[in-house]
Every structure is written in C-alpha cells, then in structure tokens.
C-alpha cells in the first residue's frame, strides 16, 4: 500500500502572463512481506544473490546478518555472512529504492549482478 502527498509552489511572472509551479510528491510505502523464509533478496541473478538474512537466536531476539551467496548450480555457499544490526537493514532498503538501477520503489529482486 503507499499514500502519495503532493506540495505545490506557484510563482507568477511580472507582467502576469506565465508561472512557473514546483510540485514536490513525497510517497510512503508499506513494504510487507520483506523477508521471505528469512531471506531479503536485493540483488539475484543465476550465479546467487546478496541482501539480508532474519534469524531468530535461541533467547527470542532477531538477528540480521549482511549476505552475498554462490548459487551456481554446482554449489552452494556464503561468499560473505556479517552479523549486521536492523539500521543496516534499514539503510541497505533504503538505498536500494533510491537506486534507479534497481527498478522501481519496492520492487526488492535485481536480476543481474550488483553495479
């Protein structure tokens, strides 16, 4: 679901026959459903994909950890797995959407490899 807020700046010239509008649209987006089976892809192509994994440790608290991982076909492993904290989670969503490389606000799967 998203909302969308429209500012408008209008400003007439001096002899009154033209204007000049600025218009400015904020939206927000509910993203639900990030994380699928714990995995929040941002990036995949055929060879792996790199985002976030969500874990729940065994005192109940949710761990993050920063991925890249080796699909290939013939293996499978974690070419990189840091324990991360939920404001590099935040950060890493938020540069995705301002990415114009990445598609449009939301859309979470890049089918090639990362820039």
């Known amino acids: 679901m998203s909302t969308v807020e429209r500012d408008v700046e ?3 010239d001096e002899d009154g026959n033209a204007a ?3 218009v400015v649209e904020r939206t927000e987006l509910r993203l639900e459903g990030l994380f699928q089976n714990g995995e929040l892809r941002l ?21 993050y950890h920063s991925v890249n991982r080796l699909e290939d076909g013939s293996s499978e492993e974690w070419i990189r797995k840091v324990r991360c904290g939920e404001k590099a989670v935040r ?6 959407i301002k990415d114009p490389k990445a598609g449009e606000a939301g859309q979470f799967v890049r089918r090639c490899s990362p820039p």
């Not at 990036?43 to 109940?60: I, K, P, V």
């Not at 950060?91 to 995705?96: A, C, E, F, N, R």
């Open 10 to 12: 209008v400003s007439i």
């Open 20 to 22: 000049v509008a600025k």
């Open 43 to 63: 990036w995949q192509d055929s060879a792996g994909w790199s985002g976030f994994l969500r874990e729940e440790a065994d005192d109940g608290n949710v761990v």
């Open 91 to 96: 950060d890493g969503i938020q540069k995705h």
